[in-house]
Antibody, heavy 122, light 112 residues
């Protein structure tokens, strides 16, 4: 059974940093891209970032580019999101999602975690 | 960026009746490999999102066959043949043709 478990959320002051983790199990982690998607309170879904299976290719939404860094440790089956220079508008539930993006794959987010809440406030 | 526009934003439906949600993209979602990477995602109240449909019309594992997707190019539709109480929630379309991946605003499905 595929499981994605996010952690690391919490309350942080504007300008502060936070590191989210997503521990994966139930599939061959190193074979899949992984993504982060966020949802501000009462709002819709916003794609944040993605990292390909080997870790060398990453992409970011313009809203977080230069402030957030995605990385992964395939030996630990974990993907991370380092969030620096946090702003109030980064307040959201952050979901990690498995993203089959190889040739012939769905190019979708087929599994989602339960999410972790990040609150940026003084 | 590709803008995804859903209509309606709210859809009150009677149990057992059909429902339909439209999604339009600001440019064609046909990828260079010939596939169209449009998916539909359901989010029930208080739950994380869940994949329903991928590549326009492919139902994901475990998704009831009352859900169907159709469309091509820039216009896509999610249909529920007979709405059940468990279908209440918000539905999003999403494009994965190019980065940034983008979502529609969401359509709230509620029971009349």
């Amino acid at each position: 059974e595929v499981q994605l478990l996010e952690s690391g959320g919490g309350l942080v002051q504007p300008g502060g940093s936070l590191r989210l983790s997503c521990a994966a199990s139930g599939f061959t982690f190193g074979s899949y891209a992984m993504s982060w998607v966020r949802q501000a309170p009462g709002k819709g879904l916003e794609w944040v970032s993605i990292i390909y299976s080997g870790g060398s290719s990453t992409y970011y939404a313009d809203s977080v580019k230069g402030r957030f860094t995605i990385s992964r440790d395939n030996s630990r089956n974990t993907v991370y999101l380092q969030m620096d220079s946090l702003r109030a508008e980064d307040t959201a539930i952050y979901y990690c999602a498995k993203a089959p993006l190889r040739s012939g794959d769905c190019y979708c987010f087929d599994y989602w975690g339960q999410g972790t809440l990040v609150t940026v406030s003084s | 960026d590709i803008v995804m526009t859903q209509t309606p934003l709210s859809s009150p439906v009677t149990l057992g009746q059909p429902a339909s949600i439209s999604c339009r993209s600001s440019q064609s979602l046909v990828h260079g490999d010939g596939n169209t990477y449009l998916s539909w995602i359901q989010q029930r109240p208080g739950q994380p999102p869940r994949l329903l449909i991928y590549k326009i019309s492919n139902r994901y594992s475990g998704v009831p066959d009352r859900f169907s997707g159709s469309g091509a190019g820039t216009d896509f539709t999610l249909k529920i043949s007979r709405v059940e109480a468990e279908d209440v929630g918000v539905y999003y379309c999403m494009q994965a043709k190019q980065f940034p991946h983008t979502f529609g605003q969401g359509t709230k499905l509620e029971i009349k």
